[in-house]
Nanobody, 117 residues
Framework: QVQLVESGGGLVQAGGSLRLSCAASASAFSINAMGWYRQAPGKQRELVASIANDDTANYADSVKGRFTISRGNAKNTVYLQMGSLKPEDTAVYYC???????????WGQGTQVTVSS
């Protein structure tokens, strides 16, 4: 069973920055892609950003130019650098990984990000 440990959420004022981290217990070689999703109250979970094992990144239109996803040197850690935060970015943010061989997906426990106006 793969475990994901997230950190870095919190309360920030609009225009501020936060950095989320997620460390996976799986080896980097077994991971196909890593990403971040978010879910605001009353809304469906949505993709924020993802990064493939060739470091190709994909972003939701709502965060392009403000958020940056990256992987650590060990490639089993993923970061989300969030800047120019807006109140509408308030949500629980979840780390996600997809495995190479099985294509199984695993989720982190979620970390709350709250942006005050």
């Amino acid at each position: 069973q793969v475990q994901l440990v997230e950190s870095g959420g919190g309360l920030v004022q609009a225009g501020g920055s936060l950095r989320l981290s997620c460390a996976a217990s799986a080896s980097a070689f077994s991971i196909n892609a890593m990403g971040w999703y978010r879910q605001a109250p009353g809304k469906q979970r949505e993709l924020v950003a993802s990064i493939a094992n060739d470091d190709t990144a994909n972003y939701a239109d709502s965060v392009k130019g403000r958020f940056t996803i990256s992987r650590g040197n060990a490639k089993n850690t993923v970061y989300l650098q969030m800047g120019s935060l807006k109140p509408e970015d308030t949500a629980v943010y979840y780390c996600n990984i997809r495995m190479h061989v099985t294509q199984l997906e695993y989720w982190g426990q979620g970390t709350q990000v709250t942006v005050s106006s």
